[in-house]
C-alpha cells in the first residue's frame, strides 16, 4: 500500500510592531564627527559646502544688494590654534537653531538642489577640537544665537565605559545654548568656530598654506583671472548650469590686513621637474549622456606637451569629478577608466556631474554605486583612451625628433674628428660609414607618420642643410695631416694611439678634446 504523505498546514505567524524605543548609542556622535571623515582636510570642505548652500539660500531671498555680496572667509590663528569659517548666508533662525543644529541624518535639504543633505557635516569638527562654537542670525534678527559643543567632555564621555547614556544624553551633556546682542556681526550670518585645534600631521589643520592648496582644489572657487582658458572654461559650464562659483577669502588673524582671495590651482604653466616644464595648448568639451538621453555631466580636458605625469604639487593632475562644483574624491577618482591608469596623471580635466540621480557618498570620496553612474564611467572610456593616445603619440613625436637630434650630434661629432686627420684610413672610413648610417636613420624619421607636416617639413630641411656641409667637405683636398712634420715611422703608432683613445673612449667628444691637446703639445715641440 503506497503511503501518501501529509502536507502539514501551518498558520501564518502573527506580527507586531516594536513598542520599545530604540537606543542610539554615544559612538554614533564619534562616527560623525571624526571616523567618517578619512582626511582631516575634509572639515574645510564640510563647512564650505553648507556655507555655499547657505549664501544660495540668501540669493533666493533676495538678501544681496549694492555693497553686500556673497563671501565666505577663512580666519585661521595658528597660535591661538583657532579657526573661524564665517558665511554671509542666510543663517538659521532663533526658533530652528536648536532643532537644526542638534539633529542627525535629518537635514532640510534632502530633495533639494543644496550640496549638502544628510545632515552630519556640521559635526565633522567635533573630533578635532576641544570646543566646537556654532553662531548665526537670520536678517532682521538682534540677537546672536550661540551653540557651544564641549568636546574633551565628548571625549571623556566616549572613554567612560559606565556612562549609560544615549545620544539624546550625550548631547544634552556636552552643549551649551546662549545669544547675545553684537552689531559687530553681519546682519545674516552663520559661523563655525574651532577652539583648541588637534595638532594633527605637521599640523595641517592649521596651516594656512595646505589649507590652501586643499581648497584650491576641492572648493567651488573661480579660476584665476590670468589663467587663459578660465573664462572661456566658466562660460561652457555656465551653459550646464555647472560650474557655480563664490569668493572665499583666507585671512591671518594674527594680521587682520593680509587678506587672500582663493583661486582654483590652475594657471597658463606647470612643472614636470626642476628643469622641464609644460604649457596648456587648448582646451576641450564633453557632454556625456545619462540613461534616460539626458546630459548626466559635462566637462573640460586641458591640452598641453605631455611630458609625462604631472606631479602632485601642481595640484592640477587627473581627471577629476565634482558635485556641485565641489570636488568629490581624489586626482585618482577614475584611473581605472583608463585602460593605463598612469595616463590619467597626465591629465588635466574635470567632469560635472548634473544628474540628480548620481550622488556622492556620505564620505564624499566616491559616488554611490549604481547604473547611473556606471553608466557615466562607460561613456567616458572613450574619452580617456583618446587622452592616452593623445599622449603616447605627443610622446612618440618627441622621441622622434630627439632621435633625429641625437644622429644629427654623431654626424657633427664624427665629422669633427675626421677634420682633425689624426686617425688612420680604417678609422676614417668607419666614421663615414657612421655618417651615412646616421644620414639614412634621419632621413626614414623625417618620412614617419609619427611627426604632422610641419614638425617633418623642419627636419627635412635641417638634413638638407647639413648634406650640403658634408658633401662640401668630401670635394676639399690638400687636408694636412697633424703628424706630417714627425718621423714617417713614428706616424703609425701615433694614429693607432689615436685610434685607439677614440674606440676606448665613452665619448667622442671628451675623447677628442683630449687628441686636440696631444696634437697641440706635438705642435709645440715641432716649433
Known amino acids: 500500500m503506497t503511503r501518501i504523505a501529509q502536507i502539514k498546514i501551518t498558520k501564518p505567524k502573527k506580527s507586531r510592531k516594536l513598542d520599545s524605543n530604540i537606543l542610539v548609542g554615544k559612538d554614533i556622535l564619534e562616527l560623525v564627527s571624526g571616523a567618517m571623515y578619512v582626511e ?76 549638502g543633505f544628510r545632515g552630519v557635516g556640521r559635526f565633522s569638527g567635533l573630533g578635532y577640537c576641544q570646543q566646537l562654537i556654532f553662531r548665526t542670525r537670520v536678517n532682521l534678527d538682534t540677537e546672536v544665537s550661540e551653540l557651544l559643543w564641549d568636546g574633551r567632555k565628548f571625549k571623556e564621555i566616549l572613554l567612560d565605559a559606565k556612562y549609560q547614556g544615549g545620544l539624546n544624553d550625550v548631547v544634552h551633556d556636552v552643549t551649551k545654548l546662549s545669544s547675545f546682542n553684537d552689531v559687530s556681526y553681519p546682519a545674516h550670518f552663520f559661523e563655525v568656530e574651532m577652539i583648541g585645534v588637534t595638532r594633527y600631521r605637521n599640523d595641517i589643520l592649521l596651516n594656512e598654506e595646505v589649507i590652501e592648496d586643499y581648497l584650491s582644489q576641492v572648493a567651488p572657487l573661480p579660476f584665476h583671472p590670468k589663467f587663459k582658458y578660465g573664462e572661456e572654461i566658466q562660460e561652457f559650464l555656465d551653459n550646464y548650469q555647472a560650474g ?25 604653466r606647470f612643472s614636470i621637474t626642476d628643469s622641464l616644464g609644460g604649457r596648456f595648448t587648448g582646451v576641450g568639451y564633453l557632454a556625456l549622456p545619462g540613461i534616460s538621453g539626458d546630459v548626466s555631466a559635462c566637462g573640460w580636458i586641458l591640452g598641453h606637451d605631455c611630458f609625462g605625469a604631472i606631479p602632485k604639487r601642481e595640484l592640477i593632475k587627473g581627471l577629476r569629478l565634482r558635485a556641485g562644483n565641489i570636488q568629490v574624491g581624489s586626482d585618482g577618482i577614475i584611473s581605472e577608466v583608463f585602460k593605463e591608469p598612469r595616463f590619467n596623471s597626465w591629465s588635466v580635466g574635470e567632469l560635472h556631474i548634473l544628474s540628480k540621480k548620481i550622488s556622492p557618498n556620505g564620505r564624499r570620496d566616491n559616488f554611490e554605486a549604481n547604473s547611473h553612474y556606471m553608466n557615466l564611467l562607460n561613456h567616458l572610456v572613450p574619452h580617456t583612451s583618446n587622452i592616452a593616445k593623445t599622449c603616447r603619440d605627443k610622446s612618440n613625436r618627441r622621441n622622434k625628433i630627439k632621435a633625429f637630434d641625437f644622429e644629427q650630434k654623431k654626424i657633427e661629432e664624427n665629422r669633427a674628428i675626421i677634420k682633425q686627420s689624426a686617425v688612420s684610413r680604417k678609422a676614417k672610413k668607419n666614421l663615414e660609414k657612421e655618417i651615412e648610417r646616421s644620414l639614412w636613420l634621419m632621413n626614414k624619421l623625417t618620412d614617419t607618420e609619427v611627426l604632422d607636416s610641419r614638425e617633418a617639413n623642419k627636419l627635412k630641411i635641417k638634413l638638407k642643410k647639413l648634406e650640403g656641409k658634408i658633401v662640401k667637405r668630401e670635394v676639399s683636398k690638400n687636408v694636412k695631416s ?11 703608432v701615433y694614429r693607432e694611439i689615436v685610434d685607439l683613445i677614440y674606440e676606448y673612449s665613452p665619448n667622442k667628444e671628451s675623447a677628442r678634446l683630449l687628441v686636440e691637446k696631444v696634437l697641440g703639445k706635438l705642435d709645440g715641440k715641432r716649433k
Open 244 to 268: 557655480k562659483n563664490y569668493p572665499i577669502y583666507l585671512k591671518s588673524i594674527t594680521n587682520e590686513d593680509e587678506v587672500e582671495q582663493l583661486y582654483r590651482p590652475h594657471r597658463n
Open 482 to 492: 697633424p703628424f706630417d712634420h714627425l718621423p714617417k715611422q713614428k706616424q703609425p
Open 40 to 115: 582631516p582636510l575634509s572639515i574645510y570642505r564640510e563647512y564650505v559646502q553648507n556655507a555655499v548652500d547657505a549664501i544660495d539660500e540668501a540669493k533666493e531671498q533676495g538678501l544681496y544688494k549694492g555693497r553686500r555680496q556673497p563671501r565666505i572667509d577663512i580666519f585661521v590663528d595658528p597660535e591661538e590654534r583657532t579657526v573661524k569659517i564665517r558665511d554671509n548666508g542666510i543663517g538659521i533662525s532663533r526658533k530652528d537653531f536648536v532643532k537644526r543644529l542638534t539633529a542627525f541624518g535629518a537635514s532640510h535639504k534632502r530633495g533639494t538642489t543644496a550640496r
